[in-house]
């Protein structure tokens, strides 16, 4: 029969001491060089291909490292039985490291994954509290700091301490170890530097290398060590914390992300397992950080993009208040929308999506708001007119995408400039403005006041770029004063996740739902529809469907 043999296992190197748990309770504590702890990748005998139970400098039945001639009173089944249970202790490691890991493969943005580093880091290291500081070292951000435990005030007391005794600070300011002190560490700690043939520690970093930037610092007893800063033992005193441990964040292509620190009530420090396993999870957590990092820089950019391309500000219209929700999806859409003054007091209102995502669909929706700019304050008293203009240029420049869009000219307000007449008396008649429009392929306005509720009837039309040749007729109304008009994009309706008609349904009863009170606040209406249509929130992560919400109110 040979000697058991202590396998690897991916991930956990079999040369770390055992965990607390895996120490055999029965048999005497092995001596030095026993088969029990000898390196994984050596037999029982200390020698890399060595029969068991044989020594390359003694008989068979002795063990390196004990005097000649005695063999150590061990039995096989007691040797079997500690590297069982030596490897049922790497097996829960792993399985461990495998369900943070999936949990932190399951988060979709940026800040749910500082979160959930946060949360399994503590549970690895034995904390309760700490913080992750988001500060990629290329300068281009996101800069933020997120904490475990930790409110803002209490984040904000941390960060009044110089940053030169600040442990997490001193990581991403890549700078060295302090010269005194045993707090600190570069390298893997002492205890895991590998073993030699006769059971002592190879030479360690810290032996004789100068200082290098700092890798992870631990801070074991902060109330009782006299090297620390006076101001960070007052804030530590504060906060109820006494001891931290801090490790960089890297992954490529930033170089170094952020760093981490983890802090304790009572002094203490992470052993060298639970600094095995944190920088096996850290080492994941990073590069998926990475990713969600990029991801976030374009989405961040594409949303920058499409807000300068959208109206920064609702004009002022004398007789009309405007108000106005919008969303872009994850991918970045090409839903727009435009309010723009035009000569003698007159109002255009402009909806429009553009097919595809992205920053190509993005551009060309600045292009289409654009180009429908210049057509309206040419010729938008006549709508039909500005949409074929519209239509004739996507098909010359871009013949490969198509668009949506619904356009309407509302007259300037009674007793202006080209308005309609006031009544004798100085009344001016309710329903004397007047309002033009014309859709291609879009959805129907609604149109919302206390006397009715209804989509208003648009002929139906293809979609801007689908017809060798585009037109179809005008619809005029007659907005009352008090009364609303709504356009809106299908995000909005997508959004719910219904079929059309239903959506269309569902949009109509929010509308007739609105409070009497709310009717003459635009902001009120608008909100009120969303909260309605969209339970989960504008701002829905989940859902890639750009929402536009354009809300006139024509004031009695």
């Known amino acids: 029969m040979t000697t058991p043999h202590v396998p690897k296992v991916a991930g956990i190197e079999p040369v770390l001491p055992a965990p607390a748990h895996t120490v055999d309770p029965h048999g005497p504590k092995a001596p030095s060089g026993c088969a029990a702890d000898a390196p994984s990748d050596a037999s029982s005998d200390g020698s890399p291909d060595g029969p068991s139970g044989t020594s390359a400098d003694g008989p068979p039945g002795e063990v390196p490292g004990s005097a000649p001639g005695v063999v150590p009173d061990i039995s096989v089944v007691d040797q079997l039985a500690a590297v069982q249970d030596r490897l049922a202790g790497w097996i829960s490691d792993l399985s461990t490291l495998h369900d943070l890991t999936e949990r932190l493969a399951r988060t979709r943005t940026l800040e749910d994954a500082l979160h959930e580093l946060l949360r399994a880091g503590a549970s690895l290291v034995g904390a309760r509290r700490g913080l992750v500081v988001l500060a990629p070292s290329d300068g281009l951000g996101p800069e933020t700091t997120v904490g475990l435990g930790l409110g803002h005030a209490e984040i904000g007391h941390i960060e009044t301490v110089p940053r030169r005794a600040l442990s997490y600070a001193r990581i991403l300011d890549g700078l060295p170890e302090r010269a005194t002190g045993d707090d600190t560490r570069s390298g893997p700690p002492d205890d895991t530097r590998h073993p030699t043939r006769d059971g002592s520690r190879a030479a360690g970093p810290r032996d004789d290398a100068p200082a290098s930037p700092c890798t992870e610092i631990a801070e074991p007893d902060i109330p009782g060590e006299k090297d620390l800063d006076p101001r960070l033992r007052e804030v530590a005193a504060r906060l109820g914390y006494a001891a931290s441990y801090a490790v960089p964040l890297c992954a490529a292509p930033f170089g170094r992300t952020g760093a981490a ?4 009530d009572e002094p203490a420090e992470p052993t060298a397992r639970q600094r095995h396993l944190v920088g096996l999870y850290r080492a994941h957590a990073a590069e998926h950080l990475a990713r969600l990092l990029e991801l976030h820089r374009s989405h961040r950019a594409t949303e920058t993009l499409r807000e300068e391309l959208l109206p920064h500000r609702l004009p002022r219209i004398p007789g009309v208040r405007l108000a106005v929700r919008h969303s872009t999806g994850p991918r970045g859409g090409g839903d727009w929308y435009d309010a723009l003054p035009l000569p003698d007091g007159a109002l255009g209102l402009a909806v429009g999506s553009v097919t595809g995502s992205g920053p190509s669909a993005v551009a060309a929706m600045g292009r289409l ?8 304050v040419m010729e938008g008293e006549d709508p039909v007119a500005v949409l074929s203009d519209l239509e004739l240029l996507l098909r010359l420049t871009e013949p490969a995408r198509s668009a949506t869009a619904l ?22 008649d309710p329903f004397a403005r007047k309002l033009l429009l014309a859709g291609a392929g879009h959805c129907p306005p609604l149109i919302l006041g206390d006397l009715r509720t209804e989509f208003v009837e648009t002929s139906l039309s293809a979609p801007l770029g689908m017809l060798a040749c585009w037109e179809a007729p005008s619809v005029e109304i007659e907005p009352a004063g008090g009364e609303t008009l709504l356009l809106y994009s299908d995000g909005l309706l997508h959004r719910t996740g219904e079929p059309m008609d239903r959506a269309f349904t569902r949009l109509h009863a929010a509308a007739a739902g609105v409070p009497r009170a709310s009717r003459h606040d635009p902001e009120a209406v608008v909100d009120h529809i969303v909260r309605t249509m969209l339970p989960q929130g504008l701002d829905d992560p989940s859902s890639e469907e750009d929402v536009v919400l354009l809300a006139a109110y024509f004031e009695e």
Do not use: M, Q
Not at 413 to 425: D, E, M, N, T
């Open 407 to 428: 356009f309407a000219y509302t007259e300037p307000p009674p007793g202006a400039p080209g308005g309609p007449p006031v009544l004798p008396g100085g009344i001016a």
């Open 369 to 376: 708001r654009a180009s429908l700019r210049a057509y309206a």
């Open 261 to 264: 620190v983890w802090l304790y």
